[in-house]
């Protein structure tokens, strides 16, 4: 964290921390069983070559590291090294889980590299699964606690491996979507009638939904949804009980690989900070998703949004305040967008989130500062007509402009797909609104196209210049309150997969007031001026084997 000094740092492990000059006051429990007794009567656990720190127990016998900052929430918990008088924390948010006879099960913990080791290794972005290689051609991979050595079997798994020892933990590992960081693979789970062994289960906080015994939320990414109606949809994000359900998440060592802060005495690994270099608020990911890419994380808020990143703000500088979390997210951005812009098609909804995520920090990457921006356009979407939100939460100014070839003096545009790497073309679905598109489809005239279009950007939260007499060359001028950028949409009905028109000076023709109006013919003189003009082409679409649809793209 910067402006964190030394001093502040030991004030804060000193609080869990016993003196190393004075370990001759602490009594050993037992023969190298790695616990000590104090002069408080408070029991300590020698951590790995940390040092020994106080643990408590819960009700199950396991000892974990307490919260004192957080009265109520258990911390990491830490079971004795195999072999070895010490203890290391278990992997972060996890603790051991009994079968239904009590007998103890023995957690799994592979051994990870020194980071002076994990140095020489060959660099993960050399490869898109982010396998790492020594001179011995070995495999690594990166986790969020550290690098382990794998080996890929015949299936295809890659299961934990070691040089210097024969009797291997049974772990496989796999790699987070959309990073180079790997994690642990859950075990396969039993028939339903057995009950479940599997040594690591998360730790249910009071608000927490956790998958089944040795099941992980699949993140599905092969298509986007259809958005859930909004009274039926998905509001599964728990409820929290307890604004301090994320602090076991924590590592008493820095994790290599990730970005990371200290919170209280721990380090949280975190969404990467991005251009906003001084955040007042931090994201710490959960310890089984990695958010990246907008495909994986979309899916995870449509199927599993408890693995979401956790929001923490921060007063102050001192890794002792520990302020309360939460998850941003009520529901997927595609389903925002589908609730503010209710007349769009399902796979436009889609790419207009998508496209929303990729300009929040200008990175196909999700990031902090791109977080906050999403969360922020989210906001103001709920308070139409958008006051201050900033240019790229409108879909129109997100699409990208359709490529065109020059013929005959005429400008051709081939209709871009619905789904595409760029957001080409926005799709409104006339299951919508069937008023509007059944009054169109039985008089389909030039003045009723303007209605259509004008009803559907109303609805959509523009205020469109009124109506003129004059219908033919149907054209609509429109912006949205206190913003000072204008749209110009032409009209038509497109029976094609292209379209041409003949480009030229709009504003040269003499007809044009009479079509538009005065009013609108005068914001967008002053609009063309300044360069905030939107050069729109839209109408309906009449492919044959295609349903009908009303659609806009971006002509410049």
Not at 289 to 300: I, L, R, S
């Amino acid at each position: 964290m910067p402006g964190l000094g030394s001093d502040t740092l030991s004030t804060a492990r000193s609080a869990i921390a016993w003196p190393e000059n004075r370990l001759n006051e602490l009594t050993p429990v037992g023969e190298n069983s790695g616990l000590f007794t104090g002069p408080d009567q408070r029991t300590y656990a020698q951590l790995g070559n940390e040092g020994r720190f106080i643990v408590e127990q819960d009700r199950q016998g396991n000892y974990y590291v307490p919260l004192t900052f957080a009265p109520g929430v258990p911390g990491p918990v830490v079971t004795r090294s195999e072999g070895l008088p010490n203890w290391h924390i278990q992997r972060p948010g996890w603790q051991p889980l009994r079968a239904r006879s009590e007998t103890p099960v023995t957690a799994q913990h592979p051994a990870y590299l020194l980071p002076e080791d994990a140095n020489t290794l060959t660099r993960a972005e050399l490869s898109s699964e982010g396998i790492r290689y020594n001179k011995l051609k070995q495999t690594f991979v990166d986790t969020a606690e550290g690098t382990v050595m794998v080996r890929k079997n015949h299936l295809g798994e890659y299961r934990y491996a070691s040089a210097t020892s024969r009797d291997l933990l049974d772990l496989a590992f796999e790699q987070i979507p959309g990073t180079l960081l790997w994690r642990q693979k859950a075990q396969a789970a039993h028939a339903a009638d057995t009950p479940a062994t599997d040594p690591l289960r998360p730790v249910a906080a009071p608000d927490e939904q956790v998958p089944g015994p040795g099941k992980r939320p699949r993140l599905d990414t092969s298509k986007p949804p259809e958005p859930l109606p909004t009274a039926t949809r998905d509001t599964s994000v728990p409820t929290e009980q307890t604004p301090y359900f994320w602090l076991p998440w924590g590592h008493l060592n820095k994790p290599p690989v990730v970005e990371s802060i200290q919170l209280g005495w721990f380090h949280y690994p975190i969404v990467p900070i991005g251009s906003n270099r001084t955040p007042k608020v931090y994201f710490v990911q959960h310890p089984d998703f990695a958010p990246a890419g907008f495909d994986a994380f979309e899916t995870m808020l449509r199927t599993a949004p408890s693995l979401q990143p956790v929001a923490t703000f921060r007063i102050g500088n001192d890794p002792g305040e520990v302020h309360p979390g939460k998850r941003f997210f009520e529901e997927p951005i595609a389903q925002s967008v589908a609730n503010t812009f209710p007349d769009f098609s399902a796979p436009t909804a889609w790419a207009v989130a998508k496209k929303l995520y990729e300009l929040a920090d200008n990175s196909a990457v999700i990031t902090g500062t791109g977080l906050v921006n999403i969360q922020a356009v989210l906001h103001q979407w709920k308070q139409k007509p958008f006051p201050t939100a900033p240019a790229y939460a409108d879909p129109l100014n997100m699409l990208a402009v359709a490529p065109s070839i020059d013929a005959g003096g005429k400008k051709l545009i081939a209709m871009p797909p619905q789904i595409d790497s760029e957001l080409q073309r926005l799709t409104f679905d006339p299951q919508r609104f069937p008023v509007e598109w059944g009054h169109y489809k039985t008089y389909p005239t030039d003045l009723n196209l303007r209605r259509l279009l004008g009803a559907l950007l109303i609805r959509s939260g523009y205020d469109v210049f009124p109506l003129t007499h004059e219908h033919r060359i149907p054209t609509l001028v429109f912006r949205r309150a206190t913003h000072d950028q204008v749209y110009f949409l032409k009209l038509g009905s497109v029976e094609h997969v292209g379209l041409s028109h003949t480009p030229g000076n709009e504003l040269a023709d003499p007809g044009l007031p009479a079509r538009i109006g005065n009013d609108a013919f005068l914001a967008l003189t002053t609009a063309t001026a300044q360069n905030k003009v939107v050069w729109l082409i839209g109408g309906v679409l009449k492919v044959e084997s295609n349903p009908d649809s009303v659609f806009i793209i971006r002509e410049r």
